[in-house]
């Protein structure tokens, strides 16, 4: 298995723009959690969905930030318009039932300028 | 919430000595204790990780130790090497599946 998939690597846009950042679970897992990165910070959890359906959002910042999960293979976190604090890296992360042993993706490194 | 801290936020050792790492927690529901480590540039990787119903788990030259009573858990690294090197996290899941990590310990381990 690849494990789990995050596109882009990096992104660079300007505040105002929409950003979406993409991950494609590890196939079998159940559950996906979004991670927010930052020195300040640390490791914030954004949301996690279990089997597609969104359990917890509480670590959303605020209505510009949404995520979705289609199908068992992949989900987006979208950042609509983005801003410079929104400068992070996201990871996404994947398990195969709840919190135990979660698998990271790679991040994106997101610049909001 | 669950709310994790962990200290020390950095550690230096010189190779070949221990290194060790403590977490407390808040929630007494959290149940599942794991460790992980980011190298620079890199992802978090799981490590080891701990439940509730034990005290005391090993891996090699790695071992975590938890204490519900006084809501604390640590992560003992022996026989430190350079490649050691890196930022680890602590985490507790409050009970409900869900991840809450530690600030972080940057460890330095010097040859």
């Known amino acids: 298995d690849a494990g789990v998939i995050q596109s882009p690597r990096h992104e660079v846009t300007e505040m105002g723009q929409e950003v979406t950042l993409r991950c494609k679970p590890i196939s079998g897992h159940n559950s996906l959690f979004w991670y927010r990165q930052t020195m300040m910070r640390g490791l914030e959890l954004l949301i996690y969905?279990?089997?597609?359906?969104?359990?917890?959002d509480s670590g959303m910042p605020e209505d510009r930030f949404s995520a979705k999960m289609p199908n068992a293979s992949f989900s987006t976190l979208k950042i609509q318009p983005s801003e410079p604090r929104d400068s992070a890296v996201y990871f996404c992360?994947?398990?195969?039932?709840?919190?135990?042993?979660?698998?990271f993706g790679s991040g994106t490194q997101l610049s909001v300028l | 919430g669950e709310n994790v801290e962990q200290h020390p936020s950095t550690l230096s050792v010189q190779e070949g000595d221990s290194a060790v790492i403590k977490c407390t927690y808040s929630?007494?529901?959290?149940?599942?204790f794991p460790w992980y480590k980011q190298e620079l540039g890199k992802r978090p990787q799981l490590i080891i990780d701990?439940?509730?119903?034990?005290g005391e788990k090993k891996d090699q030259r790695i071992a975590v130790t938890l204490n519900k009573t006084a809501k604390h858990f640590s992560l003992h690294i022996t026989e430190t090497q350079p490649e050691d090197s890196a930022v680890y996290f602590c985490a507790g899941d409050g009970g409900y599946n869900k991840l809450i990590f530690g600030a972080g310990t940057r460890l330095a381990v010097h040859p």
């Open positions: 701990i439940r509730s119903n034990v």
């Open positions: 929630d007494s529901a959290s149940n599942y």
């Open positions: 992360a994947s398990s195969l039932g709840g919190g135990e042993k979660l698998f």
């Open positions: 969905f279990n089997n597609n359906v969104p359990i917890d």
